[in-house]
């Protein structure tokens, strides 16, 4: 997605402030040109439509939140894929708890029709390649056994990940959470912890 320089980054952190305070990008051009700072003429050369306001939130959310993925990896200083996909999947936690909004964002869209080429495509097609390549790696290792199917783990997975999405957007009003006071991350990940030792016959519980 081409970036025009600092206008383009004023209105895409005008666009997310507004998210942040009123739970809706702003309506018109004009209006968003009033919280960037901005002419309206400026805001339209570089976004002509909501839409496209909208893909670019999503570009700057997606971005953030494949920087912290990335970092995950490094952080876990290791080069075992079990403990890397642990680190990864605490780091996304992690991520979707202090960005709740971009985090919204993302789940939202992942949650109706994905265009091709679009943002939400690129980003949910690159997460099906890492779960992947790092289930590959722990078969490659041993971790797995040779008759594990590989695809059904990462469908798994990737179930397993829309629902821990949908707890952070249905917390505070789905009735199974009601009694539980652990905060929405701890509960995922504990969920995520037991789905790798089921998979790998490992007890990551006792050492997490």
Known sequence: ??????????????????????????????????????DEAQVS?????????????????????NDALRQGVIDSATDDPVKQMLSIGRSYLSWADHNP??????????????????????????????????LTEMQRLGILSPDTDIELAMLTLHCLVKGGNMMFLTRATDPWFSDDSRPTAEIAERIFIEFLDSLTGRRLSTAA
Do not use: C, W
């Open 101 to 134: 909004v971009l985090f919204r964002l993302i789940a939202n869209g992942l949650n109706g029709e994905i265009r091709p080429d679009s943002t939400l495509h690129r980003f949910t097609i690159s997460m099906r390649d890492l779960y992947r390549r790092k």
């Open 1 to 38: 997605m081409p970036h025009r320089g600092n206008a383009y980054q004023s209105i895409i952190f005008a666009a997310q402030q507004a998210l942040d305070e009123t739970g809706e990008l702003p309506r018109t051009n004009a209006a968003l040109a009033a919280l960037s700072g901005l």
């Open 45 to 65: 050369n570089i976004f002509r439509t909501k839409a496209d306001i909208y893909e670019g939130l999503l570009y700057q959310a997606t971005t953030l939140l």
